[in-house]
């Protein structure tokens, strides 16, 4: 109880000749000492921090919340390197390759594997691969030297380009090119003008062999 307090109320008393009883004073300073002693004590709780508004309270919060944000930031470069340890691997290097003899019996293996298999490459979708070494063919195949032209070189390369991208396109392409060895033959045949004609021989012979299983037109 403040001081204003007090002597508004022990004033009347006093005026008029009034005494102030025993009891009127314990009644008046004793509550008014209890008073100030509970707010001394409240006061004293808030100052040691045990108040919930105390700032002790309040620190210890703080500092709880900063170890949960470190932890979670922790957290987060954990989130990161789960990240990168999910991320798709890189297909194998192209290792090239020749087409093999026995090209024709290979293509019939390989189209009767891939057709038993269910959903695979349309008809149409191979024919566009096959027209892509169709141009350079027919220019070599009138040809007698055994090394490729210059322009049949940079179009092979194109080709090659070609198929990769259709590759990411499309999964059943993928598949196709795949099990076809398409990307390991076009490198294999580097200037030969031989590897090319057997090459394009081979490619006729997938697409001979697709219809023949049943390939769709797409």
Not at 120 to 141: A, F, G, H, P, Q
Not at 150 to 178: H, I, P, W
Request: glycine share 10%; charged share 25%; net charge positive.
């Amino acid at each position: 109880m403040d001081h204003t307090a007090l002597l508004n109320r022990v004033h009347p008393l006093l005026t008029n000749g009034n005494r102030l009883s025993a009891q009127s004073f314990e009644a008046l300073f004793g509550t008014c000492t209890r008073t100030e002693r509970v707010s001394t004590q409240m006061a004293g709780w808030n100052d040691n921090g045990r108040g919930y508004g105390g700032g002790g309270y309040n620190n210890n919060r703080s500092g709880y919340s900063n170890s949960y944000n470190g932890n979670r930031s922790g957290s987060s470069s954990y989130n990161s390197r789960s990240s990168y340890g999910q991320q798709n691997e890189l297909p194998p290097e192209i290792t090239p390759k020749k087409v093999p003899e026995d090209y024709v019996d290979e293509a019939e293996r390989i189209m009767r594997n891939l057709m038993s298999g269910g959903k695979t490459v349309t008809t149409s979708k191979i024919r566009n691969l096959l027209s892509l070494v169709t141009d350079i063919y027919n220019k070599e195949n009138i040809r007698t030297d055994e090394k490729l032209r210059s322009e049949s070189v940079v179009k092979l390369n194109l080709m090659r380009v070609r198929v990769a991208y259709e590759c990411g396109r499309d999964d059943t392409v993928k598949a196709f090119v795949a099990q076809t060895k398409l990307l390991e033959y076009l490198k294999g045949i580097s200037t030969d003008r031989a590897d090319l004609i057997r090459f394009a021989h081979y490619m006729e012979a997938l697409v001979a062999f697709h219809r023949y299983f049943g390939g769709k037109e797409g």
